[in-house]
């Protein structure tokens, strides 16, 4: 039975008024990267996670099919929304959420990664229009590793998607493990940074120093407090 999404249905707004934080104007860049490193929990990192991806259209999905394949096998389960403006090919473990081009989460790019032993999420809304040039495109969101927040997320989601909850307790719940893995996190985007740093142009200098100083800010305090 398809799943029908509610179309005001908000990610970025939830995640905004439980997180109670200034929010984070963001480009593309930044986002992408992100996102990246969530997916390498499971990729690179081997946490059984599910995993919900909002990629606003279809389309914007068609070049991490490769990605997605190999993350599907190491996940509990994937749900990827969007606008159906392509025709994607059914892949193991993922299930597609159609949206309409109206719907608030088509607006919207989300990556929420939630397990026993790793909990993140990036809730995004997007200020510019998705027909923009990548590079001009700007997002507010929030990324956090906060355990609340994120299994808020993930319970709606699973509602809305009509999936079976995943009943993980706090005492089910392996800080450590996140622990590493958040560091896992910080040495592998310093790496990237330091790269791209490299051969930038000023404009995406200044992406990577948001990036930067977003990991510092956010998640080196997190780790002190849990050590």
């Given at each position: 039975m398809p799943v029908a999404i509610d179309p005001q249905f908000s990610v970025y707004h939830l995640a905004e008024r439980v997180q109670q934080t200034s929010t984070l104007l963001s480009h593309r860049r930044t986002m992408s990267l992100v996102s990246y490193e969530i997916e390498n929990a499971t990729l690179i990192d081997?946490?059984?996670?599910?995993?919900?991806?909002?990629?606003?259209?279809?389309?914007?999905?068609?070049?991490?099919?490769?990605?997605?394949?190999?993350?599907?096998?190491?996940?509990?389960?994937?749900?990827?929304?969007?606008?159906?403006?392509?025709?994607?090919?059914?892949?193991?473990?993922v299930t597609y959420i159609p949206l309409k081009r109206t719907d608030q989460l088509a607006k919207e790019w989300f990556l929420i990664s939630y397990g026993r032993e790793y909990f993140s999420a990036l809730a995004t809304e997007e200020l510019t229009s998705i027909t923009d040039p990548d590079h001009t495109r700007k997002f507010k969101g929030i990324w956090t590793f906060d355990v609340s927040m994120v299994s808020i997320l993930e319970d709606w989601l699973s509602s809305a998607v009509d999936a079976q909850p995943l009943n993980v307790s706090e005492k089910d719940l392996n800080f450590d493990r996140q622990i590493r893995l958040m560091s896992n996190t910080m040495e592998r985007l310093t790496r990237r940074i330091d790269r791209l740093n490299t051969r930038l142009t000023d404009a995406e200098n200044a992406v990577a120093q948001e990036l930067s100083e977003r990991v510092n800010a956010s998640l080196a305090p997190t780790l002190q407090a849990r050590r």
């Open positions: 081997g946490v059984r996670t599910r995993i919900f991806a909002a990629f606003q259209y279809y389309s914007k999905f068609l070049p991490q099919l490769a990605r997605y394949t190999t993350l599907a096998l190491r996940a509990e389960s994937i749900y990827v929304f969007g606008v159906p403006d392509v025709t994607l090919p059914a892949l193991p473990n």
